[in-house]
């Protein structure tokens, strides 16, 4: 093969690799690539960059110039060069959208699994803990109906006074019945003080309470 017709493979692989390049290239991408290697601040400035780089990018060479041309290999190395930059250029803007959308995926995955760990107990211990403190709010709310109910079958309910800690006296049987075993210190038809011993069983009914058993003991 004759230097002449190395000459004309090498050329025309170069230009088959710049049309290659410029397929990718559109007026949008250009533009945000004088933008972003330039910054120029004047308008007519940052109008004219555009335009000669478009012109660049539009330049076509033939295979018949270019090996007629002494500089046609460097010329053409020079061209893919200024693509190469271009379609880096490009691809550094795509990566960087692809980091945003999922760093934006990650954050709002992180913002709902809280939302879903504070709405839901995350394990059986919670679960559990959850069970003990909704019974434990049961025994206060059959204590303080209780207390009314024994107030109410008082001579002088406003002297009654209980013993602090009563709920611990509250005993859970199961299906929301509660039994329960104390005393009031309330003053009798003469004014007199005296201790009355009380117990009973209290149900718990459509987030109410109902006694269904209920006895002062002498």
Known sequence: MTDIEKKVVTVNQFIREINKKKEEISSSLIAEYV??????EKLTEK???IEETKKKVKTKFT????????DSEKLLREHIEFLDDVLSYKKAYENKLK???ILFIVILSVFFWFIMSDSNPSSEADRIEQIKRDKLGDKYGAWA???????NHLKSPSSADFPFGGA???QNLGNGLYSFSSYVD???????????YFSGKIQKVNGGWKIVEFRFEK
């Open 99 to 101: 980091f945003i959308l």
């Open 47 to 49: 109008a004219t960059l």
């Open 168 to 170: 611990e006296d509250v």
């Open 145 to 151: 109906y209780t207390k009314i109910y024994v107030e």
């Open 186 to 196: 309330a003053k009798n038809s003469f004014g007199v003080p005296i201790r009355t």
């Open 63 to 70: 295979s018949k110039e270019m090996v007629r041309n002494d």
């Open 35 to 40: 933008n972003m290697k330039f910054k120029p």
